[in-house]
């Protein structure tokens, strides 16, 4: 068997004539080198892997055969899934993991490899970082008013998986019984929406959407075969008044992707359509005031700084004080997952 080479540490001398070690470099390789088994979860969730092993393990030519591709290419994927801890490999036959067999089986209800699709569009923008602070300005911009049909619906469905994941955690975590309807400010392919409504008899939903993205949100709806709770209206809460009066509204990473000015506008937008002691949930990324965590959202603001003029991962302060400022009291925090939060609040009576 063969054995893995020690680590060689380079002895050079120091202004004292003395001995000493060259600095290890084991935190660059780690960071250099973990890429790899990300960037293999995102081609075996777009080839579909997973899928061909929900009954029974199956050799790596089964696989091939099953998801149309030759096994020469496939097999050095399989064996970095292996790796990673997606996979699992008896003899000459690979299994998936109790995770990849929850998440990533296309008929699972857990199903959550289609998110293939927003990993490809922001970690290709997260690649541009250096020179979107060269030059002061995002490199890989997104504008739904003008992305093309296509792009804009391969985008939202790649966030649909967490917009509906998104729906059910707020029907677990807070009472929705006395509330009869709720405005969902940006929501994209109205997964929230879709699942809230689900979980929660009797609620009705109005998603508010731009004109570029509200027939792909209609789209979605149908789908789900939600039309009889869910409908789509079309406005810009940043701009004007939303339509309506609701009990509730959820505005979900929306804020984020703002400047701090129209953070404010749409906050005071969204206070202006609910009604007295009406209830806000904010969803999103937001951070401490150290701005050193959750982690996974302070690392999250390199995909922001390349895709918006203005948006990041704001303080919690920052949501506070707009969100006061919009009218809103009993403003609290709840961590989520993934670095994610929700804040919420109640309008004035």
Known sequence: MQREAPEVTVSTRGRSGGASRAPSRRTIDRLALSVYHSLALMAAADLDVFTPLKDRPRRAEAIAREIGVRPGRLR??????????????D????????????????????YIGAVHEFWSDVWAAAFRTAESIRKDAPQAPHDYSSMSQSLLEAFMRGLDTGATSGGRELAERFDFSGIRTV???????????????????????TVVEL?????ITKHFVKEAGAEGRVAVAVGNAVDGPIPGTYGAAIVSNLIQVLSPDDARKVLKNVAAALAPAGRLFVRGRVIDDSRLSPKESVAFNLV?????DHGQAYTESEYRAWMSEAGFLNIERFECPQGRSIMTAQRRV
Do not use: H
Request: glycine share 12%; proline share 7%; no cysteine.
């Open 76 to 89: 050095p994927l399989l064996y970095t899934l292996v790796n990673a801890g997606l996979l699992t490999l």
């Open 304 to 308: 922001f700084i390349n895709v918006y």
């Open 183 to 205: 405005v969902d400010v940006g929501g994209g392919s109205g997964g929230i929406s879709i699942s809230l409504t689900e979980k929660a008899p009797g609620l009705k939903a």
């Open 91 to 110: 003899g000459e036959e690979f299994a998936n993991t109790r995770e990849a067999q929850r998440l990533l089986v296309k008929d699972s209800p857990s």
């Open 211 to 215: 004109p570029s993205v509200a027939p």
